[in-house]
């Protein structure tokens, strides 16, 4: 099997950027079925844990604790993983995600907003500790905060030095922040006719995705690899 490191940085590129729509995609979903809270981050939740310390209310600091705890058993499952078996991280995030998917759509509507998001504080730390970035870059696919970033500062030292390592890394977060904000675009759209369900739709991401990591990790090759136009190195 062909190792990660034998498939061009262009290719990876392609898939960080497809990982980056699942994470708009997913991320969107959260904002329009689950009053508009995010649960691809933890700021947020850990700002709540905080006050329901100080405001004694320990039933919504048992529940969001049970967010943040999920979020840690992601990151910790992708570091347990990379030490007990040889199978690709990368294939474990896409799964998780997957799984998220499949579990959104049949949760009711007027369940516990926090516990609704569970599945997706789960899978964000799965697929943000698997897919790490690119040429070197640390970018995340699953909030754009950082990405919105580096993007400003490459393009300023870019306009003020016209280096074109500064153009290919505004380039590459660019890249990310459209494909990003396109999962968001798509999610908005879909959950106008599907609502809650509208999570399986991501799904078509998801085993674009899985195609695409299995062409990595050389499973696959021929014509996918021509489809996603695969260079791989010597």
Not at 41 to 46: D, F, G, I, P, V
Not at 201 to 211: E, S
Request: glycine share 8%.
């Amino acid at each position: 099997m062909n190792s990660e490191s034998e498939v061009s940085d262009d290719f990876r590129k392609k898939l960080h950027c497809t990982m980056a729509f699942i994470g708009g995609y997913i991320g969107a979903y959260a904002l329009l079925n689950r009053a508009d809270v995010f649960g691809n981050a933890q700021t947020s939740n850990l700002i709540h844990v905080a006050m329901s310390i100080v405001g004694t209310d320990f039933l919504d600091l048992f529940i969001r604790l049970g967010g943040v705890f999920l979020y840690m058993a992601g990151v910790t499952l992708v570091v347990i993983w990379q030490k007990i078996t040889k199978i690709n991280v990368h294939y474990l995030a896409v799964v998780v995600d997957a799984l998220a998917f499949i579990m959104l759509g049949f949760f009711p509507k007027d369940m516990d907003i926090i516990v609704s998001l569970y599945p997706i504080f789960f899978a964000a730390a799965v697929q943000w500790t698997s897919f790490s970035g690119v040429y070197g870059y640390n970018c995340s696919t699953i909030f754009s905060t950082n990405n919105l970033k580096q993007f400003t500062m490459a393009g300023v030292e870019y306009i003020c030095s016209h280096d074109k390592k500064f153009s290919h890394k505004a380039k590459f977060y660019g890249s990310v922040l459209i494909t990003y904000h396109f999962g968001v675009a798509c999610e908005f759209f879909v959950n106008q006719v599907f609502g809650i369900k509208s999570s399986w739709f991501g799904l078509v991401a998801v085993a674009i995705a899985f195609v695409m990591v299995a062409v990595e990790q050389g499973a696959l090759s021929g014509i996918f690899g021509m489809i996603f136009g695969v260079k791989r190195t010597a």
